[in-house]
């Protein structure tokens, strides 16, 4: 019953990043995942989910550019 759970929210994750890819929202949890991946070094820590959708909103808002870091 765990494991089909498990699977449940799993599913239910990807399903909600390929929606906010579509509608262009920021993906929190993408974002960690391509920054432990690439950016990741000890001592230093990703944004906090708060700075992460202030950093995003002001990405698409006022510079108006792309929302992506590399």
């Known amino acids: ?3 089909r759970w498990r699977e449940m929210r799993k599913a239910l994750r990807r399903v ?3 929606i906010k ?3 262009g929202m920021p ?14 070094a000890p001592g230093i820590f990703p ?8 950093y995003a909103l ?4 006022e510079k ?6 590399c």
């Open 1 to 3: 019953m765990r494991r």
């Open 16 to 18: 909600s990043s390929a």
């Open 21 to 23: 890819t579509i509608f």
């Open 27 to 40: 993906d929190y949890d993408r974002y960690l995942k391509h920054w432990y991946e690439t950016h990741g």
């Open 47 to 54: 944004m906090t989910e708060r700075e992460y959708y202030m």
């Open 58 to 61: 002001q990405e698409r808002f």
């Open 64 to 69: 108006g550019g792309v929302t992506r870091c």
